[in-house]
């Protein structure tokens, strides 16, 4: 059998399974040993990200904060289906915007009146792990950039990525006060499903990690984004998933595939997120500014983040 648990922010037992997710098992094929397959919660040896560098990232809260997310519109956020209940609001309270430390002032707060999970999401395979949240009243932070149909090309194997958020600094530890960041390469997904316990990663999931381990998105993590820079820009390709344990050797970190979702995206939101419909521009060279936003068309602003990472290497 294989336990399934999404990489949330709640520690609860050992293989870091987290309380606020349900375990799933899988139907034993006797293919692989059993498993314990995480939602991931936390950023693992990475660094402290400088303060405004990634203003499109967002902390979701169950009461207490439960998982990463991306602001993509002024109306939408975009997680993780396993963040999400299936109530009305996906059993999110509240959602913070544009806030580096999550104990300080400042951001945005906002509510939720709809959560979106896709139809076809499977809570024991993780596979479709996607979900977007409208907010009540519109936010005014930038957004972040969506990977449009013409860059998928460039998701390759080899291809530096950088995953961020506030999860755990380590396997089984606490979340990060802090939002952290971590570039790890993307690996292709033949050679993941090779990997024990990862027959399951389909062609709606991106594996990226070290063979060796060590960098990896953790507990906490979830929903939260996967960035790769395309044509000078920070897009998000991938959406924090799954992953067995956090940062182990030949145990990649598992993300929803973005690219594989734009229509749907553009269909939920009614034609408000139009990753195709986007401008790439690119900011001026005399900004100052971590992070430089431009109007567009269609995702209403694009974040080109400068993942400069303050020296920090821990809480």
């Not at 999400?84 to 544009?98: E, M, N």
């Not at 707060?109 to 409208?134: F, G, P, Q």
């Not at 080109?304 to 990472?309: E, G, L, S």
Request: net charge negative; with cysteine; charged share 15%.
């Amino acid at each position: 059998m294989f336990a399934h648990a999404a990489r949330l922010g709640l520690v609860a037992a050992t293989l870091t399974v987290f309380a606020a997710t349900q375990v799933a098992c899988a139907a034993d094929t006797g293919e692989e040993p059993e498993t314990s397959i995480e939602t991931a919660d936390a950023i693992v040896g990475g660094t402290v990200a400088a303060q405004g560098a990634w203003p499109g990232a967002v902390a979701l809260y169950k009461g207490s904060f439960a998982c990463g997310g991306t602001l993509i519109h002024k109306e939408w956020v975009l997680t993780a289906a396993h963040c999400v209940s299936s109530t009305t609001t996906g059993g999110i309270t509240r959602v913070v915007i544009g806030k580096n430390k999550l104990s300080a002032s400042g951001g945005e707060t906002k509510t939720v009146d709809r959560a979106i999970k896709h139809a076809s999401y499977s809570s024991s395979t993780l596979d479709n792990d996607i979900a977007l949240l409208h907010l009540s009243t519109p936010a005014t932070s930038p957004v972040a950039t969506l990977v449009s149909s013409a860059q998928l090309a460039k998701i390759v194997g080899g291809a530096t990525t950088t995953v961020v958020g506030w999860g755990t600094t380590r396997e089984g530890g606490s979340v990060s006060d802090s939002l952290r960041q971590v570039d790890v390469p993307i690996i292709e997904n033949a050679s993941c499903k090779s990997n024990s316990g990862y027959s399951r990663v389909s062609a709606n999931m991106i594996c990226a990690a070290f063979t060796t381990g060590g960098k990896d998105a953790c507990q906490g993590d979830s929903g939260g984004p996967l960035f790769q820079k395309i044509d000078d820009k920070y897009v998000q390709i991938g959406v924090v998933s799954w992953g067995i344990g956090c940062a182990r050797a030949r145990a990649p970190g598992v993300y929803s595939r973005v690219g594989n979702y734009l229509s749907w995206i553009k269909t939920q939101t009614a034609g408000a997120v139009d990753a195709d419909a986007a401008t790439l521009s690119t900011p001026p060279s005399s900004s100052t500014s971590s992070g430089s936003v431009t109007t567009t068309s269609g995702n209403d602003a694009t974040l080109d983040p400068a993942p400069n990472a303050d020296t920090d290497t821990d809480e």
